[in-house]
C-alpha cells in the first residue's frame, strides 16, 4: 500500500508530460504550495507558545517575539509568509487568466482554484485577528459585523460567529481553532487542484495543444527551483530586513473595545475587496457587491468562451486586461485610503470597472472576435 502510494505521488507530482514550451509564469502554482508549506510549518511553530485568550494572546505574541529563541524569525516568517502567499497566487490567477487556462476541459482547475483562493481569505482575515492588536479587533469587529445583513437570521448567525452578544473570549477561541484547521483543508485541496490540472494536463502561453512534451521532473523541476530562489532571496530581505513593511502600526498596540483607531484596514492583500465592500454607503449593498466579486470568479469559464485561448493573440482583450490590471492596483490603493473624496468616488468607479470587466468588456470582446472569424473564415 505505502510503495503505491509513493509512486502514485511520483507519477503524479514528478512524471506526469508537461508542455515543452512552459514560461516562468508557469512557476507561480509550485511557489503557491511552497509558500503553503511554510505557513504551515511556521504556524506550528508559533502554536506552541500562543495562548489563545483575550487576557494573554497579545503578550504570548511579544513573549514569541522576545524570549522564545529565534521566535522574531518564525513569527517574521509566518506574518510576511501571508504576503508572499497572496503574491504568488494573485500572479498565478493573473497568468491563468490572461492566458485562458479557465477554458474547456479545464474548467474543474479553475473552480478548484477560486475555491481555494476564497478558503485562503478566510484563514488569513482569521490569523489576522490571532495577535488581538487595536487593528486586529477592529477589523474583526467590521467584517464578522457583515453577517448582521443576512436577512432573517443575521443578528443570530453573528451572535453565534461571536459566541456571545459582542467579540469575546468565545470568539478568539472559535478563531484559533478554525485558522489551525483551515491550513490542512487548503492541503487537501491543492491536492484536489493538481489532481484536476493533470486531468487533461498544463495549458501554455500559445494557448493551444503541443504534441512535444517532456517529464516535469528534471526539466520543470530545475525550472521551478531557479524561481524559488529568486523568491526566496526576495523573501527573507522582507522578513530580516523590512519586517513591518505590510503591518499596520497600530497591531502593536493592545487591542481596546472603548477605543476606535481613525482609520480601519486589513491587511493589503484583502484591500480591493475591502474597496469593493464600501464603495457603497449601504452595508447590504457592499456585502452583495463583495460576494458577487468573488461569485463572478467562479463564473469566469461560464461567461468566457474564447475561441482563441492566448491573451497575446487577442489584441482587444491584450490592451483590456493591461487596463484591468491597473483598475485592479488603483481599487486596492483606494481600499486603503481613509472613505472620504475623492477615494471614496475612486472607490466606487473601480468596482464599477472590475464587474464591467468580467460581465461586458470580456463577453462583448468574445463576441467580437466569434464573429470576425467567423466572416474571415468564410472569405
Known amino acids: 500500500m505505502k510503495s503505491q502510494l509513493l509512486r502514485t505521488l511520483k507519477k503524479l507530482l514528478l512524471l506526469y508530460p508537461t508542455p515543452i514550451n512552459l514560461t516562468y509564469l508557469w512557476n507561480f502554482g509550485s511557489l503557491a504550495g511552497i509558500a503553503l508549506g511554510i505557513q504551515v510549518l511556521t504556524g506550528i511553530v508559533l502554536a506552541f507558545w500562543y495562548i489563545a485568550s483575550v487576557d494573554y494572546a497579545f503578550s504570548s505574541v511579544e513573549f514569541i517575539m522576545r524570549e522564545v529563541n529565534w521566535g522574531w524569525l518564525f513569527r517574521y516568517l509566518h506574518a510576511n509568509g501571508a504576503s508572499l502567499f497572496f503574491v504568488v497566487v494573485y500572479f498565478h490567477i493573473a497568468r491563468g487568466l490572461f492566458y485562458g487556462s479557465y477554458i474547456e476541459p479545464r474548467q474543474k482547475v479553475w473552480f478548484s482554484g477560486v475555491l481555494i483562493f476564497v478558503l485562503m481569505i478566510l484563514t488569513a482575515f482569521l490569523g489576522y485577528v490571532l495577535p488581538w492588536g487595536q487593528m486586529s479587533y477592529w477589523a474583526a469587529t467590521v467584517i464578522t459585523s457583515l453577517l448582521s445583513v443576512v436577512p432573517w437570521v443575521g443578528t443570530n448567525l453573528l451572535y453565534f460567529v461571536w459566541g456571545g452578544i459582542s467579540i469575546d473570549q468565545p470568539t478568539l477561541t472559535r478563531v484559533y481553532g478554525l485558522h489551525f484547521i483551515l491550513p490542512f483543508i487548503l492541503i487537501a485541496l491543492v491536492f484536489l487542484h493538481i489532481i484536476f490540472l493533470h486531468e487533461h494536463g498544463s495549458s501554455n502561453f500559445l494557448g493551444i495543444r503541443v504534441l512535444d512534451s517532456v517529464s516535469f521532473h528534471p526539466y520543470y523541476t530545475f525550472k521551478d527551483l531557479l524561481g524559488l530562489m529568486v523568491t526566496i532571496f526576495i523573501y527573507l530581505i522582507v522578513v530580516i530586513i523590512f519586517p513591518n513593511m ?58 468566457a468562451k474564447p475561441l482563441i485561448r492566448s491573451g497575446l493573440f487577442r489584441p482587444i482583450f491584450y490592451y483590456g486586461y493591461i487596463i484591468f490590471t491597473l483598475v485592479w492596483l488603483l481599487l486596492g490603493w483606494s481600499g486603503g485610503c481613509p472613505i472620504e473624496t475623492p477615494f471614496f468616488e475612486i472607490c466606487q468607479i473601480t468596482t464599477i470597472l472590475y464587474f464591467f470587466f468580467f460581465l461586458v468588456f470580456h463577453p462583448f470582446v468574445i463576441f467580437f472576435e466569434h464573429n470576425v472569424y467567423e466572416v474571415y473564415g468564410r472569405n
Open 246 to 303: 505590510a503591518s499596520h502600526s497600530d497591531n502593536y498596540i493592545l487591542a481596546n473595545p472603548g477605543v476606535t483607531p481613525t482609520h480601519i484596514v486589513p491587511e493589503w492583500y484583502f484591500l480591493p475587496f475591502y474597496g469593493i465592500l464600501r464603495s457603497v454607503p449601504s452595508k447590504s449593498g457592499g456585502v452583495c457587491l463583495l460576494l458577487m466579486a468573488i461569485v463572478v470568479l467562479f463564473l469566469v469559464p461560464i461567461i
